[in-house]
Structure formats: structure tokens, C-alpha cells
């Protein structure tokens, strides 16, 4: 019986043990693939940030040999799109099918954020009188993703202006209209409109389609810009922001306001912000640290439960052999 006793302590011994290991391999596993995803993520959003591209823009600052560079690297890149107040400040690139930028950015190399790239079947001088530029919707204040605030109308009242710069110059953008659609939605996505019948009736569809339109004189005689991206409310969804192409320029009066230091608010409103710019090592033992404290509980607490066995064992010990 004893024997029997001493087998049967064993084996649960040698079980809890087991059971023990097994649960830290599942949090070391889950901890390394919690960081993994976190670095994976980073890597997206970093080679999707706007940041990345300032030094290329073409500025009385920067000059046109920074922009002559990117074309360098890459041929396709022939504009440059800037929506005022917002962090779509992006280099245009068009390939020969609409595809390749999906997952190519703007530099020619692969990346899951894709690049902002103009409709194939477009002029890439913009003398069309439809023109469609296409770009991925992400968070993290990246490529498309804030064409979707658009959707509110104080937003899009308050966001009138952007650039354009094509042909060695830069031309105004002057929003007058956000459209939601689907995406399969022929009668939207459409180039090459001829005919002034047609394109005003292309016009009259996008007006009454639109969520929120301004009082901007739009004629087929004038050319008009399409941003799309997909949308966060539909499957099929799309978010439109529609512009109208100009020879005047307008100022980014959001470069000159000043925020107010003593309001918190603006600052906790940056917190999303500054913890996409903060450095990956920072990022990423923040967010391993609540598994790290599991681990470190859970070892506390095998440790106490071993030491616990032990005087429980050296006790029965001396109780024998006395």
C-alpha cells in the first residue's frame, strides 16, 4: 500500500509538473507571437507613413530635383497629392493595369500598404474630364484612411482645399462633394467621359449620390478628381472625396494654427499618434508587458506551491521519525 501511495504522489508529481511547463510554453508562445504582430503591424504603418515620402515632395524648399529623384527610383511616379489638414501628402504613381500598386508602394518595392496610384485608364495629366485616384483605407492616419471623416459634415465643411502637382507645377484642389458607393458601381467608376451631355449627367449623378456637396461652380468645361477608398461602414463599400482640378492654388491655412498649450485636449487626442511614432523596441515591450507580469505570477506562484510541497514533505519526514 505504501508503495502504491508513493507511485500514485509520483505520478502527480510528475503530472503538475508537466501541466506546469505546458502552461508556460503557451504564454512564452503567445507573449513571442504578441510581439511578432506588433513589429508585423509596425512594419506596415511605418512603410505606409506620409513621413517617409516628405523628403521627395516637390517645395520651393525641397526643390524639384527631390521629386526627380523618386521618379529616378521609380519612372511611374509622375504627381503629387496633398489633401490640406489632413496626412494625405502622398507621391501618385500609375502602372499599367490597376493592380500593381495594390501591394507595391511608391517606390516600386512590395508592401502590403500599396501606394496612391491614378486609374489606368486615365491621362496622366489630368486632362480628362474624370480622373480617379485610388488608395488603400488604413488606420493610423495613413494613406486613405481619413478620406472616411469626410463622412462628417463639420469635417467636410471645414476641409475646402488641397494641391495637386503635376507637369512641373501645382494646381488647387477644391472639394465640393463626398460620396459613399459601391463598389461596383459602374456608373461612378468611370473614365474616359466624352460628350458634355454625358459628363453633365456624370455630374448630376454624383450630386445627387453625394452625402455632403459645397457651393463650387462645377461645369464640363472643368476637370474633376476622384479620391477612393474603401469604407469602413460597407463591405462593398467606398468613401468618394470629389474635387474640382484648378490653375489657382490655395493656402494650407492649417500649417499656421497654433494650438493652444494649456487645453490637455489636443494632447490627449495625440496619444493614438505618438504611440505609432514612438520606437518599435518601446512599442514593443509595452505591449508585452501584461504577459510578462502573467509569467512572472505564475512562476511566483509554482515556486510558493513547490515550496509549500517541500515543508510539507520535510515535516511529514521528521513526524515519521519521531
Known amino acids: 500500500m505504501a508503495s502504491a501511495s508513493k507511485i500514485g504522489v509520483r505520478i502527480i508529481r510528475i503530472t503538475d509538473g508537466i501541466v506546469n511547463l505546458s502552461v508556460l510554453i503557451v504564454i512564452l508562445l503567445l507573449l513571442v507571437f504578441g510581439c511578432y ?52 501628402d502622398y507621391p501618385v504613381v500609375q502602372g499599367a493595369d490597376d493592380l500593381k500598386y495594390i501591394n507595391t508602394d511608391a ?25 480617379i485616384i485610388y488608395g488603400h483605407h488604413m488606420d493610423k492616419q495613413t494613406m486613405f484612411g481619413e478620406i472616411g471623416l469626410f463622412a462628417d459634415k463639420n469635417y467636410f465643411d471645414s476641409h475646402e482645399y488641397g494641391s495637386l502637382y503635376y507637369g512641373g507645377r501645382e494646381h488647387g484642389l477644391d472639394f465640393f462633394a463626398f460620396v459613399h458607393a459601391d463598389a461596383y458601381d459602374t456608373a461612378v467608376f468611370r473614365t ?90 518601446a512599442r514593443l515591450v509595452t505591449a508585452a508587458l501584461p504577459s510578462l507580469l502573467i509569467l512572472l505570477l505564475l512562476v511566483i506562484l509554482i515556486h510558493t506551491r513547490k515550496r509549500k510541497n517541500r515543508v510539507r514533505k520535510t515535516k511529514k519526514g521528521h513526524e515519521g521519525g519521531g
Open 37 to 88: 504582430a506588433i513589429w508585423d503591424s509596425g512594419q506596415v504603418y511605418s512603410a505606409a507613413d506620409a513621413a517617409r515620402y516628405a523628403v521627395y515632395k516637390p517645395t520651393p524648399e525641397n526643390s524639384e530635383l527631390s521629386f526627380q529623384q523618386l521618379q529616378a527610383i521609380n519612372p511611374e511616379v509622375f504627381s503629387w497629392l496633398t489633401v490640406y489638414g489632413t496626412h494625405i
Open 192 to 281: 474616359n467621359i466624352t460628350g458634355r451631355d454625358a459628363q453633365q449627367a456624370y455630374l448630376n449623378l454624383l450630386m445627387q449620390m453625394a452625402a455632403h456637396t459645397r457651393d463650387v461652380p462645377v461645369t464640363p468645361h472643368d476637370r474633376i478628381l476622384l479620391l477612393s477608398t474603401c469604407s469602413a461602414s460597407s463591405t462593398n463599400g467606398r468613401d468618394i472625396l470629389i474635387g474640382k482640378i484648378t490653375d489657382q492654388t490655395y493656402d494650407d491655412t492649417f500649417k499656421t494654427k497654433i494650438t493652444d498649450k494649456t487645453n490637455p485636449i489636443p494632447v490627449i487626442g495625440a496619444l493614438p499618434g505618438l504611440w505609432a511614432q514612438a520606437p518599435l523596441w
Open 107 to 131: 517606390t516600386g518595392k512590395y508592401s502590403l500598404s500599396g501606394a496612391i496610384f491614378l486609374d489606368s485608364g486615365c491621362s496622366r495629366d489630368f486632362s480628362d474630364f474624370s480622373s
